[in-house]
Structures are given as C-alpha cells and as structure tokens.
C-alpha cells in the first residue's frame, strides 16, 4: 500500500473551498480541513440566546458588531480557521472586516458554545487558538452544565455556574447577565 502525502491548504484556499456536506460543517486545522457534525437544536438554541443578549447590549450602547458563526484565523503555516460560533468586534475595528470579508481581524470576544460531539480539549484547543491570535475575551458556554468557562490572556479558565453573573471585563464594559440567562 502507498500512502498518499495530503498538501496543507492555506486559510485563502479554504475560503474558497464548496459548502461542505449538508451533514457537517468545517475548520482549517493546521492546513487540513477538520469536519464537524452540524450543531444540535440545543446547540442553535443556546446560540440564539447568547447572540440576542450580547447583540441587544452591544446594539443598545453603540459600541460594535456581533456576528453568529464566523471564520477566524488563528495560525499560519501552517494555517488554522476556527469558527466562532458569537463574535464581538468593538466598532472601530469592524470597517476593516466588513470591507475586504477578513478573516484575519480577530474578534474582540469569541464564544464557543459546546455541543454533544465536542471535548473539553476540543473546547479548550479552540480557546487557546483564539487567545494566541489576539482575541481578547473568549467564553466557552457549556449547555449541558449550564455554565461558562472564561478565557483571558495569560490566565486560567474561571468557571462561572448558573447561580453567578457574566460580566464582559474590560472587553465590553457594563455587560452582565446572569448564566442561567444563557440557557432560558
């Protein structure tokens, strides 16, 4: 049997990759394209909560754009893509990603809500990916324990139960919601 060298792809070439399967759904991992289960209905509810509490604060101060389900690149050479399934850009930088489609302006805060299918290394891969590409803020919202892991440079994940109040830092100020908020 031979085996058959795989060419690392590069984050450019994955954005023009076809849809994937309707089953699945995909990430550039270290140049080779890793296919994931679609979300579960719990999944896209939780999405939907998170997405309409952070968009309605972030809408009501005028202070950026929140966007569901985005690319972002986390590494080169080789090249990673991580989809955050929330992101928050703070408006000053939004222009730059909206008019040239870039994925390379990292969010301000990207959020990974866990489904069914996914690790806690898997989730905490993904956070680190994040971190080291200079997102700010990242939370990793756990439905089935209905709770948050916080993520900040340089710092341990502090794990926020349903019982305490999620606050935005000094990424986005004034931002609280209770954690059980997340999961109604």
Same mark, same amino acid.
């Given at each position: 049997?031979?085996?058959? +060298? ?12 076809? /849809?994937?399967? *309707?089953?699945?759904? =995909?990430?550039? %991992? @270290? ?18 909560? #998170? ?10 101060? =005028?202070?950026? %754009? #929140?966007?569901?389900? %985005? ?10 893509? @991580? ?44 956070? @680190?990916?994040? +971190? ?13 324990? @209905? ?7 340089? /710092? ?21 919601? *209770? %954690?059980?908020? +997340?999961?109604?």
């Amino acid at each position: 049997m031979t085996a058959t +060298l795989q060419r690392l792809i590069t984050a450019e070439e994955f954005a023009e990759f076809p /849809e994937p399967e *309707p089953e699945q759904h =995909d990430e550039l %991992v @270290r140049g080779i394209i890793a296919y994931y289960p679609l979300p579960t209905v719990r999944h896209g509810h939780t999405s939907a909560d #998170v997405g309409y509490l952070l968009g309605k604060y972030v809408d009501q101060n =005028d202070i950026g %754009v #929140v966007t569901m389900r %985005v690319g972002v690149v986390t590494g080169r050479n080789p090249d990673t893509v @991580r989809a955050a399934d929330l992101a928050f850009w703070m408006k000053q930088r939004w222009p730059r990603c909206i008019e040239r489609d870039d994925w390379t302006v990292v969010p301000d805060i990207a959020i990974d809500i866990r489904d069914r299918w996914d690790t806690p290394e898997l989730t905490a891969l993904r956070a @680190r990916d994040f +971190l080291e590409a200079g997102v700010r803020l990242v939370w990793v919202v756990e439905p089935d324990s @209905r709770s948050v892991m916080v993520y900040r440079p340089g /710092e341990r994940g502090i794990e926020y139960s349903e019982t305490d109040t999620l606050d935005g830092g000094d990424v986005l100020p004034g931002f609280t919601c *209770p %954690v059980a908020s +997340l999961f109604e």
